[in-house]
């Protein structure tokens, strides 16, 4: 990944290319797209690297002051400080984007919603496909728009989602 001057906090690690937002859902759970934001992850491993960076200053340094060297330590640590505080906040951010994607994409291949009631029930128990399943078993729907559409092999539920 080449340098983004918009996006200079992210290195793009941990993440996986998404499927196009027509795919079928059941397509899309299975590839990812809806679980916990890399960002995240980034995030906490800026943390452990200004931690580190951190305890080697302290250790390797001959200023005697004990005040100077924290500050200097934090100084020379600072970017990865700053990275991972801009990491949590765009993760935070996709992380709830993705919720209300899912949360929409869920209510147009059931055609109603259930979000509130699988809060209630599941209590984060479980993963995004075993949620897709549950929405399905109280829909008592035959097979889904995602299921036709994989079992005809087509890349886009077009012309199979309920109006």
């Known amino acids: 990944m080449g340098y983004n001057p918009f996006r200079w ?39 452990k690297l200004y931690d580190d960076m951190y305890q080697q200053f302290m250790e390797t340094s001959h200023i005697k002051d004990e005040f100077n060297k924290q500050t200097e330590a934090h100084q020379y640590a600072k ?14 951010e996709e992380e709830n984007s993705r919720l209300m994607e899912l949360k929409r994409r869920l209510s147009e291949e059931f055609g109603k919603c259930l979000w509130n ?20 078993k109280q829909t008592k729907m035959g097979q889904t728009p995602s299921e036709i559409a994989i079992q005809l092999g087509r890349k886009t539920t077009a012309g199979l989602l309920p109006k």
């Open 9 to 47: 906090y992210t290195s793009g690690k941990y993440r996986t290319k998404p499927l196009k937002a027509n795919a079928p859902l059941l397509l899309k759970i299975r590839n990812g797209d809806f679980e916990y934001s890399p960002f995240f992850l980034e995030s906490k491993d800026n943390d």
């Open 79 to 92: 970017m990865k400080r700053i990275k991972a505080q801009k990491l949590m906040e765009k993760g935070i």
């Open 117 to 136: 009631k699988s809060e209630n029930r599941q209590r984060g128990k479980g993963t995004t496909e075993d949620l897709y399943w549950w929405y399905k």
